[in-house]
C-alpha cells in the first residue's frame, strides 16, 4: 500500500466519523461557507476589479499602468520606506524595552507596561493628533513655549514619528515574551567563563533573540503599511497605499485605480504574513524549554543600568504626555488660541454626537460574543479534529489579520453592494467587519490553549458518549475560558477604535465614533474630537475593568490587558 493511498484511506475514515456527528459536520460546513464568502470572495472581488477587463479577460495591463503613473510610483515607495524604517525603529526601541525588563534591574517596569496598553485602548490615530497638539503650527511646545510660526511637522517625519511611537509597544510585548524564554544559565555560564557583558550580550542575547526581531520587525512593517489614520491625520503630502486607496476610490471615484492599489498593499501585506508566520513561525534559537530552574540575577551594573533606565523612562513619559494632552484637549476652548477651561465640547457632543457613541457601543457589544464564540470553534476544531480542507481554514481564518483594513473596507463595498447579499449601508456589515478582523487574534490564543491541555479529557467524555457539541460546551471551552475572555476583551477593544476598513462602509444611518473623530480633525475641531477620544477610551477602560472585576469573581485569568 502507497503513503498516498494510506493517506486517502484515512482521510476517508475521519470524513466518516465527522458525518457520524451532524453537529461537527454543520461546523465545519458552517464555517468553511462563512471564510468563503466574507474572507476569500471580498478579496477576489478586488483582484477580479484589478486583473479582469471588462470582457472578463485576465490582464495585467490594468495594475502595470496604475503603477506607471508618476504619483502611485512615488505613493508605492513611500509605503515601504515607512514601512522599513518604523519597522528599524520600533524592533530598535521595543528591544530595548524589553532587554530593560528582562534582564536589568531598573525602576518603573508597571509604566513600561502601561505604555504597551494605551495604544490597544485608544483610536489608532490618537498619537497623531496629540502630536500636532503638541508640535503643530499652534502645538503648545512650539508656539506656546518657543515661539515658532512656521512649525510643520506634517508629512514624512511626523509621520514616522508617530507610528514609531505608536507600534513599538506590540513589538516590545513580542520581545518580552521572547527574552523572558532565555533561561538564566545560558548568559550565566557565558559570564562564568570571563565574557563581559557586551560579549555575552552579542554573542548570546542576540542571536537567540534574532527570530524574534525578525517578527517584530515583519509585525511593525505590515502594521505601519497598514495604517490609515495617522497618514490621514498627520500624514500631509506623504501618501501612502492605505489612504490612496481610499482617495482614489472614495475621493475620486476611480475603483478601477482603487483597485489596483489595493491589490498591490495586499500583495505586500499577505507576503509579509506568510514569511512571518510559515518561516520565521517555525524558527526559534532558544534550546531551553520549561520554567527556568532559578529567578534570573537582573543586572545591576551602574554603567549599564542608568543609561537603559534614563532613555526607557524618557521615551515612556513622552508617550503617556501625549496621551494625557487627548482629555486636557477637551477641556480648552481653542488649543493655541484660548487655553481657558471649558465644557462646551462635550456638550456639543451630549448634543450632536451621542448617536455615534451609542451605534459603536451596541455594534461593538454585537460583534464581541459572536466573534469570541467563532474564534474558539475553529481553534477547536484546527487543533482537535482531523479532516479534508483543515489547513484551508486554518491559513483563510488567520489569513485576516494580514489584510490591511482599507482592503477589507474596499472589498465589502464591492462584494455586498449588490443582490444577493445586499449589506451597505446596514449595521451587519460592520459587524461582519469586526468579526472577521477581530477573529485571528482569539484564533491564535484558543490554539495555544489548546495545545497545553491533554486531549485525552475530551476523548474520554467522547468515549462516555458525549456528542462534539457537548465536549466543547462542557470540556473544552471551561477548559480554555481565560484565553475565551481574552479574546472577547480584545475583540471589543479592536471594535471601539477600528477605522480603517469601517470607513468605507458607515452611512448617514450607521456612523462610528473613530469616524467622526477624523471628522473633527479634518476640520480642526481638535477639542471636540478630543472629547471623543476621551469619552471613547473611558467605555473601553470600563468594559475591561468591569470583565476583569466579574472575570475575578469567576476565578478566572485575563493576561493581555492589564488596565
Known sequence: MTKRTRVFRTQVRDFQKILRDPVLFMSILLIGVFLITFVLYPIGKILIGSFVDDSGNYTISHVVSTLQRTENRGVLKNTIVLGALAGIISTFIAFLFAYADAFVNIKFKRLFNMVSILPIISPPFALGMSFIMLFGQRGIITHKLLGMQNSNIYGFRGLLTVQVLAFFP????????????IDPSIDEASRNLGASRWEVFRTVILPLS??????????????????????????????????QVYMQSMGNY?????????????????TMFIIQKYWLGSKSYVTVTGKPSRERVLIDDRHIKY?????????????????????????????????????????????????????TTKISLIATPITGVLAMVIAFLIVRKDFFGKRAIEFISLLAMAIPGTVVGMGYVLAFNTYPIMLTGTATIIILTFIVRNMPTGIRSGI????????????????????????????????????????LVYSFVKSMTAVSAV?????????????????????GRLGVASGYSTILILIVVGFVALLRVLLGKMDIKTEGLDI
Request: hydrophobic share 50%; glycine share 6%; charged share 10%.
Open 170 to 181: 506590540t513589538a516590545y510585548l513580542l520581545l518580552l515574551g521572547v527574552l523572558k524564554q
Open 210 to 243: 534574532k527570530p524574534g526581531l525578525l517578527n517584530a520587525f515583519l509585525l511593525v512593517f505590515i502594521q505601519s503599511v497598514a495604517d490609515f489614520g495617522n497618514v490621514m491625520v498627520i500624514g500631509g503630502n506623504y501618501n501612502t497605499l492605505s489612504a
Open 254 to 270: 476611480d475603483l478601477k485605480t482603487g483597485t489596483a492599489l489595493a491589490s498591490v498593499l495586499l500583495s505586500i501585506s499577505v
Open 448 to 487: 495555544v490553549s489548546l495545545q497545553q491541555i491533554d486531549s485525552a479529557i475530551e476523548e474520554a467524555a467522547q468515549d462516555l458518549g458525549a456528542s462534539s457539541f457537548k465536549v466543547f460546551t462542557s470540556v473544552t471551552i471551561p477548559l480554555i475560558k481565560s484565553a475565551f475572555f481574552n479574546g
Open 503 to 523: 470607513i468605507f462602509l458607515v452611512s448617514a444611518r450607521h456612523n462610528l465614533l473613530t469616524v467622526e473623530i477624523m471628522s473633527q480633525v479634518d476640520t
Open 307 to 359: 543609561p537603559v533606565q534614563i532613555l526607557c523612562t524618557l521615551i515612556a513619559i513622552f508617550i503617556i504626555v501625549l496621551y494625557v494632552l487627548i482629555p486636557i484637549g477637551s477641556i480648552v476652548r481653542v488649543w493655541g488660541v484660548d487655553y481657558s477651561l471649558t465644557l462646551d465640547h462635550y456638550r456639543y457632543i451630549y448634543k450632536m454626537g451621542s448617536k455615534f457613541i451609542i451605534d
